[in-house]
T-cell receptor, first 111, second 114 residues
Framework: NAGVTQTPKFRILKIGQSMTLQCTQD?????MYWYRQDPGMGLKLIYY???????DKGEVPNGYNVSRSTTEDFPLRLELAAPSQTSVYFC??????????FGPGTRLTVL | AQSVSQHNHHVILSEAASLELGCNYS??????LFWYVQYPGQHLQLLLK????DPLVKGIKGFEAEFIKSKFSFNLRKPSVQWSDTAEYFC????????????WGAGTKLIIKP
């Protein structure tokens, strides 16, 4: 199993640009999450999904959108990038009640 | 609201010192408990977990944690730390009769002086 994979690893955006952060897991996990981690801070939940076709907002959803058309994929969309979205983004997945597995992260800088 | 508290945001120890990081949660029902570690520049990795059974759980790299239900605690311990243990440590809880969402503590930054 590849586990949780994320692309790209690094990206620099200009203010107002849009992009999609990709996340794929091959463990058939129903639960998937997007977190952001700002320098020196803990994780903040952006969006999560409990299964294909079901998504819900987390703690900091503004400026982001998600979709979950398949069990494997959970892309995160930034429509109008802002400097406040400069962060490291982690995708995670898990089975119900079990530990989360994390992807390697995407380091995003908005200038 | 359910929450997880990690009492120390920063801990600095010398090599070979003993470590205990506190974690308390606020939920009265059944929980699954986790400790994750994040080494500098890396993503989070599972250190250990507790679902049921023996409340003393052993994880990787010599870490262990004890679940004390009466105190709603799941403290992380290591008898003798190494410089390579420098990392951030996160406690997390899943309330088992809710929506199974993982609730995170704010993390504890551990620095080991060589």
């Amino acid at each position: 199993n590849a586990g949780v994979t994320q692309t790209p690893k690094f990206r620099i955006l200009k203010i107002g640009q849009s992009m999609t952060l990709q996340c794929t897991q091959d463990m058939n996990h129903n639960y998937m999450y997007w977190y952001r981690q700002d320098p020196g801070m803990g994780l903040k939940l952006i969006y999560y999904s409990v299964g294909a076709g079901i998504t819900d907002k987390g703690e900091v959803p503004n400026g982001y959108n998600v979709s979950r058309s398949t069990t494997e994929d959970f892309p995160l969309r930034l429509e109008l990038a802002a400097p406040s979205q400069t962060s490291v983004y982690f995708c995670a997945s898990h089975r119900q009640g079990a530990a989360q597995y994390f992807g390697p992260g995407t380091r995003l800088t908005v200038l | 609201a359910q929450s997880v508290s990690q009492h120390n945001h920063h801990v600095i120890l010398s090599e070979a010192a003993s470590l205990e990081l506190g974690c308390n949660y606020s939920y009265g029902g059944t929980v699954n408990l986790f400790w994750y570690v994040q080494y500098p520049g890396q993503h989070l990795q599972l250190l250990l977990k507790y679902f049921s059974g023996d409340p003393l759980v052993k994880g990787i790299k010599g870490f262990e944690a004890e679940f004390i239900k009466s105190k709603f605690s799941f403290n992380l311990r290591k008898p003798s730390v190494q410089w390579s243990d420098t990392a951030e440590y996160f406690c997390a809880v899943i309330p088992m009769d809710s929506n199974y969402q993982l609730i995170w503590g704010a993390g504890t930054k551990l620095i080991i002086k060589p």
